[in-house]
Structure formats: C-alpha cells, structure tokens
C-alpha cells in the first residue's frame, strides 16, 4: 500500500515568464564562471533555487527542462569542489550546462564547506551521477572543516560525521556504523547541539530514514520516510514568514528516495511505498537519465 503524504500550501507566484528570467540569468552566471570562478558561492542559490521553483510548476518532473535544471544545479555545486581542491591557478576542465568549461582554480575556497558539501551529494545522487558523488567522497572531511573555519562558521559537531556516514556508505569503508551513529547522537538537541526545532524535525529524522535504508527493511523505511517529509512539512508550516517559498523539496530525503527506488530494482522484497510532491516522480524514478550527458 503507497502513503501519500502531500506538500505544505506555497503561495509562490512563479510562472513561465519568472523561469525564463531565471533561465537566462543562469546561462549569464554560468559563463562568468570561465573567467573567475573565486565567487562560485554566489552563484549556489539561484542555480539551486531555480531547480527547486521550476517544481512549482512541474510538480512531478515531467519535463526535460526540469531535469535539466537538477542537472545543472548538481554541476555548479560539483564545480566548487573539484576547482577548491584543485592546485591554485590550475586549469579544471568541468561539464557545465552543456559545455565543458575551463575553469581555473582559485585555491581553497570556503564555500567548500559541509552544507555545499551535502547538497552536492544529494544533488549527485538524485542524478544518479556515480562519479561526482565518489569524487565528493574523496574530499577529506578535514577540509569541509578547514573551509569552515575560514569562513569564521561554526557547524555543530553531529555534521562532520553525517558527512563521513555518507562518504563511508559510497567508499564501502566499515566506519559507516560508527560515524552514523555518532551523528545521531550528536544531533540531540537536549545535549550540546544548536538548532533547536531544526534538530528534532529536519536532521534527526533524515538520519533516521538512512539507517532504515541501510537495514533494508522496506515497511520500517516507509515508516521513517514518512514520518520525516511530515516532519519536514511541519517544519516549514511553522515559520513565521508565510511568504516565504523554501521547503519545496527536501534534497537529503529525495536522495534517500531515488536510492531506495533504485534498490527495491535490484532487491527482491525491498519497495519505496511512499508518494509526495516533495519527492518529484521522475526525479525518484530517474525517467530523464541519460538524455544529455552531465
């Protein structure tokens, strides 16, 4: 039986002419790139922005544009990684939009930090981008600390072995129990963590839902997912500023999803039994994949 579990209401306003603009100003933001990528940072939120908006519209991904849009999206934040963790002033040839980009390296940037580092997993993986997401598993967690410190920003301790959760599942290493578990711990708001409300409905539960995937048992995964995008749903239905558009999808739980869709192919008795606006179908179900390369 699939549980549906429907999106908080967003009054967004956005319509074909505002994806347009964005469109183009993407493509301008884009072609920068090539001449200075040292302020990639400011170019993370509209590229992702956009990916998010154009869901408004498309709500299930039906589109081309939409996928390529995630495509895109999952491109730039790519990028930061592998010109930050290049030699400074080298040449870093990167797919981009459609073109290989020749970009060159700044040094160290602190963008490169845990948070970019997270969104561009989870981008990799709804792409299904095998290579970018082993590639993002090769940066040291010291050096998503490094960054942050250099950017004078202070993550609570519960991210840097959420970070090594995730890169000992791609690597096949055996911290993977230890470093999820030490994340969860670590994420209890009634200990030493800041975040408050955050802790309880948008981090604890996404923690959750991986450690059903990795324990395989289907009926308690759709549990813990749908317990989580209700979660996420509450969180985003209380902030106080109903103008607000955020929480249109929440990218670690549509990462999970396309992994656990991809499992229950390969797994006899595994199913994704869960449905919701915040889990684009064609996203989850890759039906884009493979129509450009990325």
């Known amino acids: 039986m699939t549980t549906h579990v429907s999106r908080h209401e967003i009054d967004h306003g956005v319509d074909q002419d505002f994806i347009a603009y964005q469109t183009t100003r993407r493509a301008k933001l884009i072609r920068r790139l090539e001449r200075d990528c040292s302020n990639i940072d400011l170019d993370l939120f509209p590229v992702y922005n956009l990916a998010e908006t154009i869901l408004l519209l498309d709500p299930e991904a039906a589109t081309v544009k939409t996928w390529e849009s995630w495509a895109i999206a999952m491109q730039v934040h790519g990028a930061v990684f592998a010109v930050s963790e290049a030699e400074r002033g080298s040449r870093v040839e990167y797919m981009i939009d459609h073109e290989v980009r020749g970009l060159t390296a700044p040094g160290m940037l602190y963008c490169a930090d845990p948070s970019t580092w997270e969104r561009a997993f989870h981008l990799a993986v709804v792409c ?26 202070e993550y609570n301790g519960y991210v840097y072995h959420w970070v090594a959760a995730l890169q000992a599942f791609v690597n096949g290493t055996d911290d993977l129990a230890s470093e999820l578990r030490r994340a969860m711990e670590l994420s209890d708001p ?15 539960p996404k923690m959750e839902v991986f450690r059903q995937l990795l324990l395989g048992d289907s009926a308690k995964f759709n549990e813990a997912l749908v317990h989580a995008l209700e979660s996420h749903r509450r969180y985003h239905t209380s902030q106080e500023d109903e103008n607000r558009v955020s929480g249109i999808v929440p990218p670690a739980l549509l990462a999970l999803a396309c992994l656990a869709h991809d499992k229950a192919e390969r797994t006899p008795g595994f199913s994704l039994d869960v449905e919701s606006e915040y889990l684009p179908k064609h996203l989850v179900q890759r039906s884009w994949y493979g129509e450009f390369p990325v």
């Open 190 to 204: 009634r200990g030493d963590a800041f975040g408050g409300e955050a802790l309880d409905l948008l981090v604890f």
């Open 128 to 153: 299904r981008d095998n290579a970018r997401a082993e590639a993002l598993c090769r940066v040291p967690v010291e050096r998503l600390r490094e960054a942050a410190r250099g950017a004078k920003v």
